[in-house]
């Protein structure tokens, strides 16, 4: 029994490129999404232990690591926030639960990224020099950081609850005991699940339904 596949989860071929919104099964938004996302948290993390040390030598170098942080983080979030909107703007459908939670999602987003930006504003142009974190600037960045875990959470329930960039569900041939791998674009070269195939078992008919109705 074979017990890793790397090729079809790696492969390109056979997926369909949809623009700024990636490929069909690799999506460009929640990879480009945890960069800013890890900067932010771990930036709010450089200023807590640079505010509480503020005495010793190493507080200036934790409080210029969160800025410089930041200023990643922020810099990739552009892309972030363009491939997340390609997403509402082709897959989500006015007036559904899904768009709604899109807007939550990037309305959070959007507020943490202004958050960030004047962060960066208030340590380059008046903090720059300063031998550990400020007070406005860690206010800053750990409400940009709460936030943050907000924003991500939702953006969670969007991919996990709601399927949403979700190429298979259900009784998908991934999910068939089977010796033979499933490349991408190639599932209907695979039969159906044999009767009493654990997996479409527990799946159910409500599962592929739901899949069907992504589609």
């Known amino acids: 029994m074979r017990h890793f596949s790397f090729r079809p989860a790696l492969t390109m071929r056979g997926r369909t490129f949809k623009g700024l ?12 999404t945890d960069i800013p996302v890890g900067a932010y948290l771990l930036a709010a993390a450089f200023d807590v232990i640079s505010a509480v040390g503020h005495d010793e030598e ?7 690591a969160a800025s410089f942080t930041l200023i990643g983080g922020a810099a990739v979030s552009v892309l972030a926030a363009l491939s997340g909107f390609w997403d509402w703007l082709r897959a989500t459908e006015p007036g559904t639960q899904a768009r709604r939670t899109v807007n939550a999602h990037a309305a959070t987003m959007v507020t943490v ?7 960066i504003v208030v340590r380059v142009a008046a903090f720059w020099d300063e031998p550990s974190t400020t007070g406005l600037a860690l206010a800053l960045t750990l409400a940009a950081a709460a936030l943050t875990v907000i924003g991500g959470s939702i953006g969670g329930s969007i991919a996990y609850n709601y399927g949403f960039n979700v190429e298979v569900a259900g009784d998908h041939p991934v999910w068939h005991r089977s010796e033979v791998d499933v490349f991408p674009g190639d599932e209907a070269k695979h039969p159906p699940a044999a009767a009493g195939d654990r997996r479409a078992d527990d799946t159910g008919a409500d599962d592929r339904a739901s899949a069907r109705a992504r589609r």
């Not at 190493?58 to 210029?64: N, P, Q, V």
């Not at 990224?113 to 962060?119: F, K, P, R, S």
């Open 113 to 119: 990224t202004v958050l960030i930006l004047a962060g």
């Open 21 to 32: 919104r990636g490929w069909a099964g690799k999506p460009l938004h929640p990879p480009l």
């Open 58 to 64: 190493w507080a200036r170098d934790f409080y210029r």
